[in-house]
């Protein structure tokens, strides 16, 4: 109790301190051709103890007599195979990130049992991967010991790093010199879009002499061309636009929280309306005006986001109080909601 004192007494300095968290280009948009590629494939695991779906399924013994024929080593499947039930036949991908990867790069592999009753102790026998479209040719090779995801359920594995890519798969990001940002959904509108378009012709004007390089085509899409002077140098060009500060819109305040991933992003100026909340033993207290009825020091919060008793505390000085105390992600998001549910979070709240 305490220590919560002091952090208390010493938390409102800090927050004056603490800067402003500026959303950035890359926050709210991603490259038109930066999208995640799967890989798919159809394998034989192997060294399963009775667990497999080999003897009568002949999908198995099939694979099984083909990848034995390869190997000078024919058999017949009713006669020598009867009997096995230490393989199985599994569904393969590879999720490639939407950044691309390179060749000889390390992917992992997510296995799933087509029929067979566990997975637990096989091996991958090695298999190519292709694209998700029939007749596509072959991005990686897989291999490896299988770990089980969960072990209540035995049939669904992974090989970690057990992909090898025997080719680039590189996003296609800039095309006749030009390439194009296209809005996260809690993001996009065209005033977003016509903003994020001026900001980037504001801040490189001068090396344009006022000619603009950024046109909002949509409320999703904003197209950028990139100046024949930096041709040869694409890469930091796209990074110093992903870089630019957003500029706050009135009225697109917005908040997205991804629970499974524990992210909170929001736009625009967010604000909150003075309330008390408490989570797990945690209390934040938002302080209206000063008023004779609410003199200083009746509270004693944990975080104060308004310690001068001006009003309109603001999203952003929740997370910087989240961020000082350390609060895990999942206590945030919580506490989030709970203000958006009572009316004191003035913005949409998007995700789940």
């Known amino acids: 109790m305490r220590i919560a004192r002091i952090v208390t007494f010493f938390l409102p300095l800090l927050l004056l301190a603490a ?27 192997f060294g399963l103890k009775g667990t497999g779906d080999g003897g009568n399924y002949r999908p198995s013994m099939r694979m099984l007599q083909q990848m034995l024929g390869k190997f000078s080593d024919p058999v017949a499947i009713t006669r020598d195979l009867k ?41 991958l026998f090695l298999c190519p991967m292709q694209g998700p479209l029939v007749n596509t040719q072959i991005y990686a090779l897989a291999e490896g010991p299988l770990t089980l995801d969960d072990r209540h359920i035995p049939t669904v594995a992974t090989i970690k790093q057990g992909a090898v890519l025997t080719q680039d798969i590189v996003p ?15 993001a996009a509108s065209y ?15 001068p090396e344009t ?36 500060r957003v500029p706050d819109l009135p009225g697109a305040a917005k908040v997205l929280i991804n629970s499974k991933a ?23 207290t938002v302080l209206p005006r000063k008023t004779k009825s609410d003199p200083v020091g009746t509270r004693e919060p944990f975080a104060a986001l308004d310690p001068q008793h001006r009003g309109g505390a603001r999203l952003r000085d929740l997370v910087n109080a989240f961020n000082l105390l350390k609060v ?19 913005c949409r709240l998007e995700g789940h």
């Open 19 to 45: 800067p402003a968290m500026a959303l950035r280009v890359q926050d709210i948009t991603r490259l038109k051709s930066e999208i995640p590629n799967e890989l798919t494939g159809i394998g034989l695991v």
């Open 172 to 186: 296609d990001n800039v095309r006749h010199g030009r390439f194009t940002l296209v809005l996260l959904p809690s």
């Open 328 to 346: 895990p992600a999942r206590d945030r998001i919580a506490i989030i909601k709970q203000l958006y549910d009572s009316g004191a979070l003035h």
């Open 191 to 205: 005033a977003m879009a016509s903003a994020i378009a001026q900001q980037i012709n504001q801040t490189l004007s």
């Open 83 to 123: 009997n096995t039930k230490n393989v199985a036949i599994v569904a393969l991908t590879v999720t490639v990130p939407a950044q691309g990867a390179r060749q000889g790069d390390k992917l992992d592999v997510h296995v799933s049992a087509l029929a067979a009753k566990s997975l637990r102790g096989g091996r």
């Open 209 to 244: 002499n006022g000619k603009p390089l950024a046109f909002a085509d949509s409320a999703t899409t904003v197209r950028v061309r990139i100046p024949r002077a930096q041709r040869g140098h694409q890469a930091a060009f796209i990074a110093s636009v992903q870089a630019m």
């Open 262 to 284: 524990g992210t909170i992003v929001f736009t625009g100026d967010v604000t909150l309306s003075p309330t008390v909340i408490s989570e797990k033993g945690l209390t934040i």
